[in-house]
């Protein structure tokens, strides 16, 4: 039973910084692309950051620079480090793991997902004002 647990949301104003991470259990972590998507009120879902089991990393071009994704393959935790937030950013993360392994990298799985392809947390809540 896979289960991805998200927690460090919160709010904070313009400018400033949030850590959320994800607690991954009954997957095995290291051998398929993770990361995090985002969804804003009254817009789809999108992927904000990947990374794969090699090391690669991908990121959305609104986060490039501002966000950092790691993992700490000891803790099966996922991190995404969130620096000069903007009201833009505000939303539920969700922490995802690719389900089928069908991705040829973390770029390739944030653009041709589909939703049901991926295991899903619950999601964390982000306010920046």
């Known amino acids: 039973h896979v289960q991805l647990v998200e927690s460090g949301g919160g709010s904070v104003q313009a400018g400033g910084s949030l850590r959320p991470s994800c607690a991954a259990s009954g997957y095995t972590y290291s051998s398929l692309c993770m990361g995090w998507f985002r969804q804003a009120p009254g817009k789809q879902r999108e992927a904000v950051a990947a990374i794969d089991s090699d090391g690669s990393i991908s990121y959305a071009a609104s986060v490039k620079v501002r966000f950092t994704i790691s993992e700490d393959n000891a803790k099966n935790t996922l991190y995404l480090q969130m620096s000069n937030l903007n009201v833009d950013d505000t939303g539920v993360y969700y922490c995802?793991?690719?389900?089928?392994?069908?991705?040829?990298?973390?770029?390739?799985?944030?653009?041709?997902?589909?939703?049901?392809?991926?295991?899903w947390g619950q999601g964390t809540q982000v306010t920046v004002s």
């Open positions: 995802a793991a690719d389900r089928l392994g069908s991705a040829l990298n973390p770029q390739h799985w944030m653009t041709r997902y589909r939703e049901k392809d991926n295991f």
